[in-house]
């Protein structure tokens, strides 16, 4: 068995729609979050021809530098932007100062506006080149009109919480989950929301029927969460809480009651919204929160969990790629995943 696991391909090739270029790599993706998606995470990856979207706080000359300290790692990291005028500009700059970029995260938490259509529309046209992974949404139509307006790669996850462990329980059920399994607290503040595996299955289909591509972000806390995210048709799967606490991760180790943790929230949560915007604007609510996480060390030992799951996922099934994996999966409703006996 342990032979057989090594021989598992987890790597990927794609070639995308709009830009023509072409991929290679591990399709796994750090989240954009503050938190996790830093330079010194993508040192890490790019180890691994793993992929960082890099968050959107640095600034050009902490670019230029890692760019000029870490060239290996361009090729496997996306800038990441919101989608005013001010994000435009500061897109631009980094873009044409750091021309070995070849990929563009443009990330909203929510993408169903016109406004935002028309803003993948005007990148597209200022980087035909440039791959663009654009969202977040969790329906086909959305992500067609996203492919059309020049996007590559579809962000797939609004309110998704933790929904891969039992999906398709009562709404009472599924918001308990993701209140207490996840920084992301849309559906809590909102009430919008969609399964996460529903929405993977359904935004794959739409995607990949117009040789599109889809991430699926949000709602993943072990490996075998991400193997079901590929198992369902996900093109790559983006983990933010799986690689917070680790050293690689911005800010400081602390110690509360004799254990070593280290905060993490979400990008549209209070402590995000007052570090980067001021405060919680009057007319909006945060809907993220901050939570501290166990300090976890090296996210090497991560990495390795989270790859040795996935291969072991595939021999399971009978899959000799991770390419082949969505081919052998069949997917079952359960009222529980594994036994609380010892609980």
Known sequence: MHSFLLQV????????????????????????????????????????????????HYSLEQWKLFASNHPECLEHVAVSSGSGIADFERLTNIVEAIPLIKYICLDVANGYSE??????????????????MAGNVVTGEMVEELLLAGADIIKVGIGPGKLWKRMEETVKEVETLAKFRSVCTTRIKTGVGYPQLSAVIECADSAHGLNGHIISDGGCSCPGDVAKAF??????????????????????????????????Y??????????????VAEYRASEGKTVEVPYKGD?????????????????????????????????????????????
Do not use: W
């Open 299 to 343: 996210v090497e030992d991560t990495i390795r969990d989270i790859l040795g799951g996935l291969r072991s996922t595939c021999t399971y099934v009978g899959a000799a790629k991770l390419k082949e994996l969505s081919r052998r999966t069949t997917f079952i409703r359960v009222t529980q995943q594994h036994s609380q006996v010892f609980s």
């Open 231 to 264: 198992g369902a048709g996900a093109d790559f799967v983006m983990l933010g809480g799986m690689f917070a606490g680790h050293d690689q991760c911005a800010g400081e180790v602390i110690e509360k009651n004799g254990k070593k943790m280290k905060l993490f």
């Open 9 to 56: 391909d987890l790597m990927r090739t794609f070639t995308f729609r709009n830009s023509k270029q072409t991929y290679t790599g591990i399709p796994i993706i750090v989240a954009n979050m503050d938190t996790v998606g830093t330079f010194e995470m993508a040192q890490v990856m790019t180890k691994y021809a793993m992929f960082t979207a890099i968050h959107k």
């Open 115 to 132: 406004h935002f259509v028309e803003f993948v529309k005007a990148v597209h046209s200022r980087f035909p080149k440039h791959t663009i």
């Open 266 to 279: 979400g990008m549209s949560s209070d402590t995000a919204m007052k570090k980067h915007a001021g405060g």
